[in-house]
């Protein structure tokens, strides 16, 4: 069976392939083999300009054509790689034998040679070059995503910012709130996460097997090699790799940095459960209604139905990548002594996390904009909840309650639906029990709430004029 989309074990290659275009050149096995030869590129060149007799600088032309190799490298060259593992059995030493093949009939470059991987273990160029996925993958695929649902949320906020809506506590209706502000709450909280991803320092080593330089050492004992590695690894592209560097380590680099940044986007991930759902939850209560696009189906059997189904596909993958993010946070920053490889098959997953990250917040955004308001929504209207504002004053709890209860058993507020008005009983004749409920003179609500607002409740005023139904005022 030949591989394709439809033939693929993953999703993430299969159906969704489509959809994670932006992260497959940086995650995939392609992009990692393109970042192993840009680290051992760099390397090279940096050691010819480190002063030593025996590799003298590089010409303009050599450096030129070795920065090409990086520039234009291509599917082919992955795939020439990978035909050298096949007999090396080690996919680094692949890497270094593919670049010392491009220096056939270079005599500058054929010289050098044996320059190529001077003093590297594997893993000074695995990190790196994960470092350099990483970096890439957050700055343009994962914080892009982001920052698309930070301006769709800032857009609704402003958009429904006073557009009353009935809240909800512990499953029932609640005080009044606004569209827009209910949307600023989850602004507010993307906004601290997407930060707090950005503010990751994503750091390399380059110090040699087991992190003291000894190779380096045993070849230039008086060279300061820290200080050359830094500079390496500091300086920004192409001349360094424009990370930030480690200074201790074992012979892999700690992965702390990792499990910062992974917990920072299973934070955002986590947070965006959170709205998936509320969303989810204020459809199917019939706040929002869903634009179909044409020839969309929106069930199977049901035609009068719109299922939320990007709201259910992104919670559903925002699962799944935090079940991987977490375990990679957890995992990556243990090895036992200085190296075990446990933590190489793990690292290979990183694009399958991010994968379903992307996936997802592709979803929501594609979800929040087919949204919008259901005006009809009678559960939208919170008229006949605003009586907890009027507990600025020490009198009015109790008889509002009693108003808002008896409203509630009479179905009297609008938007009620038509059965129940069809049905509802005329208004209770003195002596009627009902009528023995209602509120006696000197105690009607509305009087109430205005005493409480002349008392010195800021805002009442505000919210009575908004939310109080007609039939009231």
Known sequence: MSLSTIT????????????LAPLRPIMSEHGYMHRRVQVEVTWFIALSDAGFAEFKPLTPGARA?????????SEADTQAIKDIEKTTNHDVKAVEYWIKSKFEARPELEKAAEFVHFACTSEDINNTSHALQLRAGRDQVVLPSLDRIVLKLREMAHLYADVPMLSRTHGQTASPTTVGKEMANVLMRLQGAVERIAAV??????????????????????????????????????????????????????????AELFDAVARANTMLIDLSRDIWGYVSLGYFKQRLKAGEIGSSTMPHKVNPIDFENAEGNLGLANALLRHLSEKLPISRWQRDLTDCTVLRNIGVALGYATLAYTSLLTGLNKLELNEGSPGRRPGRVVGSAGRAHPDCHAPLRRAGR????????????????????????????????????????????????????????????LFWPPALI
């Open 406 to 465: 008896l409203r509630e058993a009479q179905g009297s507020h609008a938007g009620q639906d038509r059965h129940r008005r069809s049905t509802a009983r005329p208004d209770p004749q003195p002596g009627h029990s009902a009528a023995r409920k209602r509120p006696p003179a000197g105690h009607d609500p509305r009087q109430l709430y205005w005493q409480g607002g002349r008392a010195g409740a800021a805002g009442l005023t505000f919210y009575f004029k």
């Open 65 to 73: 054509y070795l920065l090409g190799l990086v520039k234009n490298f």
């Open 201 to 258: 320092k994503i750091m390399g080593k380059m110090n040699g097997a087991v992190g003291n330089y000894n190779a380096h050492l045993s070849a230039w004992p008086e060279f300061d090699w820290e200080a050359f590695a830094r500079r390496v690894i500091e300086t920004p592209e192409p001349e360094g790799l424009g990370l930030t560097f480690q200074p201790y380590s074992i012979q892999i680099e700690p992965h702390d940095y990792m």
């Open 8 to 19: 693929a074990l993953s999703p993430l290659d299969g159906r969704y392939a489509p959809k």
